[in-house]
């Protein structure tokens, strides 16, 4: 199935295209930051995506160690209880971020044990999930962490770190019961606690997933509205496949149609706009993916980097941000993976290696700081300077052996250069190298090296000599995502350089 | 052109094939040794292809600064002179070779500007070309920097350490008039004192390079047998074009048919093999490379890398080792290139762009410890443990269309993976993109990152399940190179984990 | 206190010393490797000191994710259940170790949850210290672990790895109820079981601590005995100090008279001579330190690294080796610690900044490959070429005013060179440093550079002509740890150069 | 010999004092830019000082290659002559000042050899120091590579380099016969030249060294002001010390009095400010030094680091910037050097290795930001926010074993930490090590590392309890520089932490 568009690109024609691609990134669990292979894998992210904010769960779980309850003596249970706070780890993280361009998303939970009032869990690392024990001890919590953030790295800067509270309450798994009344609760007691160490910090909820979303972000909003809470901003998730089907270690899921979940967005900013004094309120997008399944192969493979391509064209036009969960595949939630490619959440897989979608974020963030000119359900042109660059890509739901040729009639003329750099799967696909080696669990240094050489877009370049307008042509092969810039490039040749002679010999 | 070949290898055939690839490399003069660029050039090299030696000239050029003579008072040219050494950036360069895991192959050359005899020279860069002054001074500054590496590096480490006399002595503007008397004269003068040293060296010479080699060779072997020198081993040069024609900065030249240049090395080995007390003395190819002129543009394309693997799979015949000439671009000897694309002898551009050829070394590197079981004229395969390794060419002496396919039979069944690396004018071609963003003369750290990013081989593979020989075919565009690699490979699927169902969907 | 000691070394004359200064070193469990700042202080450790080999617990401890026990699905406790290994951190962390130059020490224990056979747990953490439910278990996670291990490094490599059976099992905190036969039965099974996948692994037990060591030593020998085991080598450990004190964090101990500790080492020499078959089997203390607590502040102190110099001196007298527990900071027995300086038991504190201990290592580790000339109650010296080294100290049990000065007349002479190093509360002191900033919990990145620059010894020199033997005098201030060397250094001054003209002016 | 004095600092009193210590420094000429040596160095003196400038001579050498005259046919004399520029290396070193937060200082000179219009040359490497051979090409060399710089970093960013015309041209050897009308013709065409690039350029002259400097400076302002040339700034050059003594590659010469410089610099500030429409103009003193001979072993001692930090606290009074002539070790005006130490210009000796002097600069930039509240001809003490911080020195013309005792009350009271670092010559004196080593002139990677060692200041620390004013007393050793910090540090234990307890034992 071969299918052709083309478009006519006019000068000075401008459109709406709200990219906001690097603006926050997923994370597992905080206690994870800790790790070497981590940060080289957030490194490799920043050095070619460069986000501005990281959020995931965790702050608050033991294994960060920040609330302590220490008996005098430890082995007497009638001594005294001394309820202390342990940055030590919190400092590691928050510096190995600043040192990466990063600042926290920050998402208050999960319940450290001592405060927890019951048993719930979640997780393989079981993340407590139940409301506080004692409100006044979680306020306490919360103030003293934020008044140590202020304290290390000033209060400018660490009111800059915006503030979500909690992850999910609509689910059971997540909270209690997913007891609405009961995180209704938590957010008041929280919202208070923070903005009474700093106004200036920005605060937000209800972080739910999709499902009872419309019920809760309603409600949410009544309650706001009723409480008269000035909160800052409104936050939800948004993942885009059908039920699971396990296997062994994995799962397999299909993927919903786009319009489904956009559509319910626009119902989270309906529900908003329809309360005139949050009307227009950012709304984060502060998970999003294909899969919500940290054992789904879906995610290392081309078809999700074309899936999220059109995402990102589309996430920005009524939210402020949306945060792709998650950057890496060091992640825990379902247990340690057993090999490099498990189907993580992870842009980079583990051993460094760049999966097909690190390469559509890379790509949209080229685009950052251009005027778009157009915008299509396969491709976004922007113009930036004299120079057009855009991002194409080829989605479907599943393999139907679908090819895509992109026809565009550009303005501008003279000596061009059409770079391209593709990313499909012949030509950087990882998981395809990784499954011909026999699909081994641990990789040697060589077959690293091997994957990673493997895992890079490859680059093409073209000279266009063009009197007016410039047509270009693309094939998009299935799933295929291709980056293009053309720019102008006049021959500057050397005294006696003559390329022609050069390769013709 | 399309041409097709097959070849059956069959169990437990070898064939002969003495691959020396990284025996030895060629270096701008030694002082260049002392730049930035220069370093992360030659570290780029080694760790993809890890040179065992490097030789270049200028070991006592004055920028080296080793031999001083200096007045008591530098202002009074009647004041008694002081002849010195100094070694600091003799230092400073060996430290940073053995840091990279280099020795030298020491060529012992130019002259010192306060030793040389006339104002003979070669180079932009001035090098003294004539015979020293006084023939004390000559042995005594030979020896004072033995001495001195025996010193900082131990006797066992600097004696293993090559040594040859001179370089080029047939050319006059290498050595005053080519006058052969005089280089036997310097020779002998040279021979003896690094063999008073310490006898362990390895020293020869005459270091020719191609027109006059016959005759200098021939002449050369018999001085030392009339003087009954027990050298060590005897080096010359091999390069592969004809006249240069000159444009502006640059020259181009039509290659040489290869077996007139293997045929002329032959020529050498039975001249020293004449002398009984020579034969089979190791020959050292202390510089090789298609083109002799380092503003060449053949040196910076695909045409090249065939050719060089051509000749990588020939020289070994006969010689000892085949140091091409050179490892990177920093160089001067026709003055400091205008533009990092300049048909310098580099298998690095500056701005660390590997060019083509430097795979043609890398592959053939890999295939260092097999046993080889085929080579034919556009290949070599050899076995190593249970994996077929091969380098294939399609080398041409101009750009004519020949395409080539290559099929093998190998004696190798079951689950297997083939790995191929391509580098061809399509995959591995940084010399066009920079040619299509117009020939820029100076680099934008982007532009570097681009070019980087264009400039390394195109990995694919394939999964291949064989019940009795595996049948193998590669296509070769125009001066294509392929590295392959097959090797066995069952399937470890991780529990649940289905390749085809992620990927099918 | 000021005491006075001199010493004539003679020409050609020997000491014993057994200096197995870098063997092995502790760490915390095996999960916190996965860590970057870890791995930093590890680093500063190997760059320093450069230890062979490592040990810590939690080899199969849950959060290194080894044993798996998973159901085909999980929310179905009736669903059939899968016991699979896990070997993703086993990698992530034996690669760091071997970037670091380190082999591990191979503690097999504690049990995983899934193995336990009861709620028995140690630590803060929560090893579990159960016999396993099922021994069939045990030995195949124990056979699969050395496995991979092998095929991940080779037979040869990985059988270099030594092997040790558990930890501390006389203690009932680390082996429930401290059952003895149990153990034995745990050694049996699980010697058979290593020596089953390849005989070249040395395995050795029983690991105790003091108290009840001789009995377990005693009883243990007599087990293996009767079984007829071919045990490789026997381990202890070897702490120094009396009942603890606590106050909040923090305990405080007396040290222990060093004899005491000596004499009770020399009993279990002892009674593994006393059988025929063991007679000279080496002992490996595979962990030593003043206090056995990870909050006593003694081990940041000065007066540490005197005492240990004095334990480096003696504990190879009759033992293979001896491992200080541990490298670094990064542990969390009893929790994350609260503040850089804690009493941790590492070398160097977090934030990468050595303890005084530090130097102890690295000093004695200077001494290696010279031949002993000296040893007493405050010093040893080795020559090493014509170079006399030596690590001298003044150790007390604690602070009473106690000044040394040693003498030593060397037979060295002529124009020599003599280098101290000083580590002592005045010049090498950064928990001084740290309390006097008023012991800051969060150090600023401006507050570790400034601890660093605090921590390194104080260099000096001084020239010495002798012309016969040559009288050395060391003053050492309370708890001061010296390092000298004295070395032939001829003045060989540049032409011109005059060092008493240039700083007398 | 002891001097004594003592100082009451008020609160709210505040001093002159105008700190530009971190403005700029010299390096030697550009094309040792290149080097790897030359980077580390600057790179160690970027981490701790941090210079905003950098300034050097050699632009338009020929080893940087720009101005480049090649013929056609480069073997016939009668080919034409193409004149092109090669910014190659250009590139190379301002890419790098860059990477280390650097923006160049323009000087506008030599003239390279092919423009020179005789054969007057400087140096061992023979800068030529002639008026060009004609003035259009000389211009257009200026005008090509300021745009070349315009298109590299834009113009924004090249505009704000500030440029000088030429090197102290009132020396014969710098400009040939010294001729200032020449010299005035050279500024006069290079200034429009500059300014018809672009008007934000600044430019200044005539960078004379003292001697001939009144006349100079006064004709030159003569000239202008005549001219109308409005000029940004005045430079000149400004170092120490009387007559030199040459011995072998060194020379020894007496300091001079300091006030004398001053009252020399206040002459031409004089002058200046004698012109109404210069009136205030900056004066930057682009070199500035005890010693002009890059071989007078002052410069390595601890006597330059306190007589430069003299200079610091008064250089700033009437003058914009005082550039330190070097910044380090690579340096070849008279040669390369044959011993580490070797009396060179630089703040780090060759091996990277501080000197004392470098503290001084590093020191007072510790200063910057602060208010200054005692300036004295010991000291100068600043305020930073709630913190006092200090550099002190005892500076002398030569050895005549003065020590110096400062007494500060300082108006801070409460719990305080006082920290000290010390640069003498018991604490942090390189050159006495090297020569207690025997002056090695081939260091081992073993003694670099010493020598770093003993590089670094001694850093103590002490705890005041003040409820007053605090009085410190600082004791200074002859050429003793100290930087001391006094700041509030409440003491806040640990729960359980005793520093007491835990070193008293």
Request: glycine content about 8%; hydrophobic content about 35%.
């Amino acid at each position: 199935m071969k299918i052709e568009k083309s478009y006519h690109i006019l000068p000075n024609e401008t459109v709406l295209f709200n990219n906001r691609v690097d603006y926050c990134v997923g994370t597992g669990r905080m206690g994870l930051a800790l790790q070497r292979e981590y940060f080289e894998q957030l490194k490799l992210v920043q050095k070619y995506i460069g986000f501005k904010h990281i959020r995931g769960h965790g702050l608050f779980h033991d294994d960060m160690a920040i609330y302590q309850e220490r008996r005098d003596n430890p082995w007497d249970k009638n001594s005294p209880v001394h309820i202390e706070y342990n940055f030590t780890y919190l400092d590691f993280v928050m510096d190995s971020y600043r040192e990466l361009g990063l600042k926290p998303f920050l998402e208050l939970g999960f319940m450290p044990k001592a405060l927890a009032s019951s048993e719930n869990r979640v997780f393989v690392w079981g993340g407590h999930t139940s409301p506080p024990k004692d409100y006044k001890l979680w306020r306490d919590l919360v103030q003293a962490t934020l008044r140590h953030l202020i304290e290390r790295y000033g209060a400018e800067e660490a009111t800059s770190f915006p503030v979500e509270v909690w992850n999910e309450p609509n689910l059971p798994g997540f909270w209690e019961k997913a007891d609405m009344q009961a995180y209704f609760k938590l957010f008041d007691e929280t919202f208070a606690a923070v903005k009474e160490v700093d106004e200036r910090f920005k605060v937000g909820g209800p972080a739910v997933c999709g499902g009872s979303d419309e019920l809760w972000i309603s409600e949410f909003m009544k309650h706001c509205s009723e409480k008269r809470l000035k909160i800052d901003f409104v936050t939800r998730h948004h993942y885009a496949t059908e039920q699971p089907d396990r296997s062994g270690h994995y799962v397999y899921q299909e993927l919903m149609e786009p319009e489904k979940g956009f559509s319910n967005l626009k119902s989270t900013r309906d529900i908003i706009d329809g309360f005139p004094e949050y009307k227009g309120l950012p709304i984060h997008i502060t998970e999003f993916n294909t899969s919500y399944s940290p054992d789904n192969p879906i995610h290392d493979t081309n078809l999700n980097a074309a899936f999220i391509c059109h995402q990102l064209s589309r996430l920005g036009d009524i939210n402020e941000s949306y945060s792709y969960w998650t950057f890496g595949d060091i992640f825990e939630e379902v247990g340690v993976p057993f090999a490099p490619f498990h189907g993580g959440f992870g842009l980079v897989a583990n051993g460094c290696i760049p999966k097909p979608t690190f390469w559509s974020f890379a790509f949209f963030k080229k685009l950052v700081g251009g005027e778009c000119v157009h915008r299509s359900d396969e491709a976004v042109v922007v113009k930036d300077g004299e120079t057009y660059k855009g991002v194409l890509w080829n989605h479907a739901l599943k393999r139907e052996g679908r090819e895509l040729s992109l026809k565009f009639l550009l303005p501008l003329k003279g000596e061009l250069c059409l770079i391209t750099e593709t990313v499909d799967e012949q030509t950087c696909n990882p998981l395809k190298l990784w499954h011909d080696l026999g699909e081994p669990r641990s990789l040697s240094a060589e077959q690293k090296e091997l994957l990673r050489s493997a895992a890079y877009p490859l680059v093409e370049s073209r000279r266009i000599s063009s009197s007016g307008e410039t047509e270009l042509e693309f094939n998009l092969s299935e799933f295929g995502v291709i980056y293009f810039e053309l720019r102008p490039a006049p021959l500057t040749p050397d005294r006696g350089y003559d390329y022609e002679r050069s390769v013709k010999l």
